[in-house]
């Protein structure tokens, strides 16, 4: 059994340096195994950066430790190790506004804050509009985001050509591009390194993290949550928290309640690396290709959900090819290169493609849910405003409008204007 | 994925439009209660195995059709009339 004493040492750079010159041996596991105890006062379901996120935050801002995280895989397999890393807040809506850019205050600090380098870059999200009206409309965004004291700008093609030196503007285009709104401090976090800072701080703290456990179910008296159910036995405890992304309604289910979401496939892939060329995060919206180049040169590829409901976490083709398409179309030099690695992940795409966070009809038992394709970038703040619930009792603020209640009382928060089509958000 | 059209046969999936899971919609008569509306749009068992849903083949017949899939293996069985 390891014991957490190993985990106490802070990170540094001359740490690194003296552990590369003794071959890196020595360093010690960010996670110890151990026995879970009989009750926590908070399980956490989801070893996904959220669910971590939460955990740190407990024991960090409320301390609560007597927490236990269980994983049903290794920390970070699922979404979290498959999104494309985007950071930004570049929202219209009110609620999804103002949660996600928290976040973005919060990822500034978080590699100091975790002595884990998440290696956040803001290096730009640049939003291409293909049409004036579609122009018109971000300025309203761009708008709408100073008016609430953030940064923003509408570049025309000119100023987006200087920008964005190597996107391709004048080729004969199926869908022109007429400008883009542009969030600087939007970018990319290196999203392994999210869930093993927050997993190490937590664990450092007293967190218990437990993989290979995944919840079979619980135990519910009255209406409120008493344990769950595991490979590794029941473990009694006074609150729990349902972070399981794509599995949100198979955890849902086994606790006897619905949720309004569809699961989705969405894909993503990288190319083989090649010189820096691409200084942001750009995003076509003709269709959906989201593009980026990692410091180590490839480029990251991603687009829309495959158009219709799966738990296959096995893509589509025709997306792929579709988002290839658009890709090209922005940088045509990119059809020149080979696609090294290509995967899926299935999101929780709820009825209006906003986040469900809060309370659940089982007394003590909350969700994060409903995060589809778009989760990653709220992670610091999803952790920190959730912790508060469970400590306080009481829901902050921030996250009052993604309650549960919201869609039978009309109150949806749906960013698109599309309905309640999962597959289209 | 091939879908099984009843009328044009296996195509492949680009030829379709997914309009979703088959949802049973209160009458429009003004009769039913928020409740019964908000059940029928977000509700509708997603919770696994296979779904009636409906696809509308517009490369072909130009048809809605109607198909039980199993979300998991993609595997398509003929819908009950
Ligand atoms: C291809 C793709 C691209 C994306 N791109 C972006 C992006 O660029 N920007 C962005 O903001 N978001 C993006 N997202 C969305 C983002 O990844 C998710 O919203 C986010 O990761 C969800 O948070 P999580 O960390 O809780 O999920 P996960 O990492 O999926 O964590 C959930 C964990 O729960 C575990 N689990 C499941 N069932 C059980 C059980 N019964 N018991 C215990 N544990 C269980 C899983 O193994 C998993 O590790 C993308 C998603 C995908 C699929
Ligand atoms: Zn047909």
């Known amino acids: 059994m390891e014991s957490r004493e190993g985990n106490r040492v802070q990170y540094s750079g001359a740490m690194v340096i003296a552990k590369a010159l003794g071959r890196n041996r020595g360093w010690r596991p960010i996670v110890a195994a151990r026995e879970p105890n009989a009750r926590y006062d908070v399980v956490v379901i989801g070893g996904g950066a959220h669910g971590l996120a939460v955990a740190h935050y407990l024991a960090a801002r409320h301390g609560i430790t007597n927490v236990a995280v269980l994983e049903a895989g290794w920390i970070g397999s699922g979404n979290t190790a498959r999104n494309t890393a985007i950071v930004r807040s570049d929202y219209l809506l009110d609620a999804s506004f103002r949660l996600k850019h928290f976040a973005l205050g919060l990822w500034e600090g978080l590699a100091q804050e975790l002595n884990f380098n998440v290696m956040y870059s803001p290096r730009g999200y640049v939003d291409l509009a293909h049409s004036d009206g579609e122009l018109e409309h971000m300025t309203l965004r761009a708008n709408a985001m100073v008016l609430r004291g953030a940064e923003a700008k509408v570049l025309d093609r000119a100023a987006l050509q200087a920008r964005v030196p190597c996107l391709e503007l004048d080729a004969p285009s199926r869908y022109p591009i007429s400008g883009a709104l542009v969030q600087e401090k939007g970018g990319v976090v290196r999203h392994d390194a999210v869930a093993w800072g927050f997993a190490r701080q937590a664990s450092r703290q007293g967190v218990d993290i437990f993989q290979n456990c995944p919840v079979e179910g619980f135990e519910i008296a009255a209406g409120r949550l008493q344990a769950v159910l595991t490979p590794k036995g029941r473990i009694a405890c006074g609150q729990a928290v349902i972070s399981v992304a794509g599995q949100s309604a198979v955890l849902a289910g086994h606790a006897g309640f619905e949720l309004p979401l569809t699961p989705v496939n969405v894909q993503a892939c990288v190319t083989e690396p090649v010189k820096p060329v691409l200084d942001c995060v750009i995003n076509y919206n003709a269709g959906l290709s989201y593009v980026s180049q990692t410091d180590k040169g490839e480029f990251v590829l991603g687009g829309a959900t495959d158009g219709y409901g799966s738990q296959a976490r096995r893509g589509s083709f025709a997306r792929l090819e579709d988002v290839l398409a658009r890709a090209a179309q922005m940088f045509p030099f990119l059809s020149r290169l080979r696609l090294m690695r290509h995967w899926s992940g299935t999101a929780d795409m709820t009825m209006d493609g906003n986040a469900i966070i809060g309370e659940t009809p089982v007394a003590g038992l909350m969700i994060n849910a409903g995060w589809g394709y778009a989760g990653f970038k709220a992670t610091p703040a999803v952790g920190w405003t959730l912790a508060e619930r469970l400590a306080t009792g009481k829901s902050p603020d921030l996250l009052l409008p993604f309650a549960l209640e919201r869609f039978a009382t009309g109150a949806l928060i749906d960013d698109a204007g599309i309905g309640p089509y999962p597959w289209l958000h | ?81």
Request: with cysteine.
């Open chain 2, 1 to 81: 994925m091939l879908i099984p059209c009843p009328n044009c046969g296996p195509r492949a999936e680009e030829e379709f439009a997914f309009g979703g899971p088959v949802r049973e919609l209160p009458p429009l008569d003004g009769t039913a209660d928020a409740k019964a509306w908000h059940r029928a749009l977000h509700g509708a068992g997603r919770a696994g195995g296979a779904l009636p849903e409906v696809w509308y083949h517009h490369a072909g017949c130009e048809c809605w059709v109607t198909l039980r899939r199993d979300l998991a293996s993609h595997a398509f069985e003929k819908a009950p009339t």
